[in-house]
């Protein structure tokens, strides 16, 4: 009786505690991927004229000339702007040692638009008499002032100037308007009448 029951227990035995023992250990995990870090290179900016803000997006990263960190081998859209200027979008793929990147402003130009001028008015911008009062270019370098005068018959002379400092850059242009008001001249009153003697005036004084 106790044969059959003691091959049972050995039996059982074999069947579950022998695999515990004898099964290989797990295997150790897997380290984690790790992310390689992206190399960044120092570019140098200059442009002509300097003073130029550089930006990639919306971030902002610097005024020419100036250094700037990019990612090497990723390629980037910079934009450089400067009031008076058209702004300048120049695409780049850093790499380590870049040679520094000069790039050239192109100056907008100096628009000025005048309105409210009378019918039949002359019109002088500096020594020039424009033929479009709605679109009198005056160049990409206003170094000085510019007189305008408007004359016209019955009206007093309007005169003025306008200077570099008023102009803001607008669709590819730097542009300014003048309201032009003119202030009309006192009518002249008639002279006495003259008596008539025989035909022939005679003066009553």
Do not use: Q, Y
């Amino acid at each position: 009786m106790l044969v059959p029951i003691a091959a049972v227990v050995i039996g059982a035995f074999a069947l579950f505690a022998v695999p515990v023992f004898t099964a290989e250990p797990a295997e150790a995990e897997a380290p984690a991927a790790t992310t390689p870090t992206e190399e960044k290179v120092t570019v140098t900016l200059r442009t002509s004229p300097e003073g130029a803000t550089v930006k990639n997006g919306d971030d902002e990263l610097g005024t020419t000339p100036c250094d700037v960190e990019l990612t090497a081998g990723e390629a980037v859209t910079l934009r450089i702007e400067k009031p008076g200027f058209a702004a300048l979008s120049h695409e780049l793929t850093p790499e380590a040692a870049m040679e520094p990147l000069d790039l050239t402003l192109e100056a907008l130009p100096f628009v000025l638009a005048l309105r409210g001028v009378p019918e039949g008015a002359t019109v002088k911008v500096g020594e020039t008499t424009p033929s479009d009062l709605a679109n009198v270019t005056l160049g990409t370098a206003l170094e000085a002032p510019v007189a305008i005068t408007v004359s016209a018959r019955g009206f007093r002379d309007f005169e003025t100037t306008v200077a570099a400092d008023a102009f803001a850059n607008e669709d590819a242009r730097r542009f300014h308007t003048i309201d032009v008001t003119m202030e009309r001249r006192a009518a002249r009153t008639a002279r006495p009448a003259a008596a008539m003697v025989e035909g022939l005036p005679t003066n009553p004084f």
